[in-house]
């Protein structure tokens, strides 16, 4: 297995063309949740002092990784309120696959809270599969180069790199890191579609990626 991808896997990958059609599924209550442990938000934990906690009054599941598990956010304030909403339920979201992964519980994850439409069918199926792998990473990711473009109050697209160069394949079996080489497919160009759901909370509905970037490489 490759350094695990943290939001795009083979499953994801072949959900692709349901993602580019997922615009005309409807808004961030969309059915595919209904099937999906924890995606209904009153299956989620409620918000306490940590990474997803905020001041705008939405009651937010708990997202806590483990110490060896590390996301490091840059580009966080744009100067635009809006904006800086929108990339803080984009770094939730991308926590809330990375807490399933690595406590191995699909219900309390979040990823329900973040995700909608086809987006969410290809987390929660590459988090299950990872699982039953008993399969996570540990280490540092790095995301940057994060860019917002607003279309209206309640859809926008996120931009982003990732640097997988410094993360490794850890087996939970055994607690044992496995090293993978760093090559130019560590570092991956990722397009998300947004949309704002009745409760005020940016759901990624879809997902994008083109491992191998050249625009992320260093």
């Given amino acids: 297995m490759n350094?695990?991808?943290r939001l795009v896997t083979a499953a994801l990958t072949a959900s692709a063309a349901l993602l580019l059609t997922a615009c005309d599924s409807g808004g961030g209550d969309g059915a595919s949740?209904?099937?999906?442990?924890?995606?209904?938000?009153?299956?989620?934990?409620s918000a306490s002092p940590s990474i997803s906690a905020s001041a705008d009054g939405i009651d937010r599941p708990e997202i806590k990784l483990p110490d060896d598990m590390r996301n490091v956010f840059e580009d966080r304030q744009t100067g635009d309120p809006q904006k800086d909403t929108i990339l803080a339920d984009n770094e939730r979201a991308i926590n809330s696959v990375d807490q399933a992964m690595a406590y191995g519980d699909l219900k309390k994850s979040g990823m329900g809270f973040y995700?909608?439409?086809s987006a969410l069918v290809g987390v929660y199926n590459y988090a299950?599969?990872?699982?039953?792998?008993?399969?996570?990473?540990?280490?540092?990711?790095?995301?940057?180069d994060r860019q917002v473009t607003?279309?209206?109050?309640?859809?926008?697209?996120?931009?982003?790199?990732?640097?997988?160069?410094?993360?490794n394949v850890k087996d939970l079996k055994t607690n044992k890191v496995n090293v993978v080489k760093t090559s130019p497919d560590s570092y991956v160009y990722y397009n998300t579609g947004v949309k704002k759901n009745k409760q005020g909370v940016w759901q990624i509905w879809s997902l994008h990626e083109d491992r191998g970037a050249k625009r992320c490489q260093p």
């Fill in 3 to 5: 350094r695990p991808a």
């Fill in 33 to 45: 949740s209904d099937k999906i442990a924890g995606a209904d938000p009153a299956d989620s934990p």
């Fill in 115 to 117: 995700y909608t439409d």
């Fill in 128 to 144: 299950k599969d990872n699982i039953a792998r008993k399969t996570s990473w540990a280490g540092t990711l790095r995301y940057f």
């Fill in 150 to 167: 607003v279309f209206d109050k309640t859809s926008a697209a996120v931009t982003y790199c990732a640097d997988e160069s410094k993360a």
